[in-house]
């Protein structure tokens, strides 16, 4: 098996046909690949849909949301594939992306996982899609918008790595897990997602891993995918989204990151996790469209 795609997917029935339907349609004969469907426990027909449309693929129902993290690793660890593929149910899949992101990880070894362009529905660069490991600085930078004003700097544009350009092939620190390609022998290695993480900076926290263990993490803009960002399953219950957001990331900084730091700057970065989730949920409350993540037409 060359290919083997796993996609968690939870009340997302429409983006999810647009997305299985893309992804079928963009794969030629000479690439071997699987699909398995991983279901939360979707209550808008999501299985069934599965079940008649596609009987080939592989389906799993859970009897509960398990969160994205537990769900994805379930579909892993059936994988068969070389190469095992993150898809959110809100990509849409251009034609040969697979092939060309086959080919190129055949061809580098020490590539341990790699991501195309991820483009928002508009066409524009999703900038989230290759990112730093969100240290302090980054971050503060980041939502200060300092790395708009310094974009070609290193350490200030580290967070979305503004100072590299779109269309070049690039080295990067992470990469989303929205459309993400791992070298089987990675998970070998370190093994599969933290389920720590109920859903969010799961992909951060293994690229860190892969990272530590010797391998690359590649962004490759010769090929691209649509992200409709917020048409994911984050949409069935926003509030609870937002909070394993931030939970997400106050684990993550805590587990890989806060060693590196002075009590008082770790105590910092806590207190902006805790004052931006009780804003992220006030914004949640008076905004007609609760959408968390990338949310760009």
Known sequence: MDISFVIVTFNSIAPLKECVSSLVSSINFDINFEIIIVDNNSHDGSSQFVQESYP?????????????TKAMNIGLKLAKGSYLVQLNPDVFVNQGTFQSLFTW???HKDVGICIPKVLNQDGTFQKQSRRGYARPLEVFSYFLKLD???PNHKVIGNYVKTYLPE???AQVDAVSGSCMMIRKE????IGYLDERYFAYQEDTD?????NKAGWK??????VSVIHQGGRGGSRSDPYKAIFEWHRSYYLYYRKNLAKDYFFLVNWLMYFFIGIKLLFSLIGAWFSKEKVVGTKKP
């Open 56 to 68: 080939d693929f592989q389906l799993i129902k859970n009897e509960m949301n398990v969160g994205y």
């Open 105 to 107: 990880m055949d061809e």
């Open 148 to 150: 708009r004003i310094f």
């Open 167 to 169: 269309d070049e092939i």
């Open 186 to 189: 990675v998970i070998s290695d």
């Open 206 to 210: 293994f690229c860190f891993r892969a």
């Open 217 to 222: 993490v590649f962004y490759l803009p010769f």
